[in-house]
């Protein structure tokens, strides 16, 4: 796994472990960011906030519209994701999922309202 900053993806050597709190199984390992990937990382987001505070209302909506039909799709992949990570029940993680997706489609509703 790489990280993303900026739409370039950077390969880090150390990684940290991710560990199922149930089992106690390594699931999967992340890169460790340092400080400067956290700064670059925020950099970024300033600029492109400043880019997304252009965007009309319209363009605001039609992209988290995108975002909830892509999460909406993926939904239970991440729920067992969010399980497997947490060692939460599947249905308490589902139900986070349909609390996420459907934050992201008001958020859709009330971007065309500003």
Known sequence: MKILINGKYYQK???IDIIN??????IDNVP???K??????IKYGKNSQK???EWSAYKVSNGL?????????EKKKIAKTI??????????????MERSTETLK?????????
């Open 83 to 96: 399980t497997a990570e947490t060692g939460k029940p599947i249905k308490d993680s589902i139900v986070e």
């Open 51 to 53: 880019i997304l505070n």
């Open 21 to 26: 709190p149930y089992n106690q199984k390594i």
């Open 13 to 15: 050597n150390e990684k």
């Open 106 to 114: 008001l958020s859709a509703e009330e971007a065309k309202r500003i």
């Open 36 to 41: 400067n990937d956290v700064k670059k990382a």
């Open 65 to 73: 519209y995108s975002a909830y039909e892509d999460l909406r799709k």
């Open 32 to 34: 460790k960011c340092d």
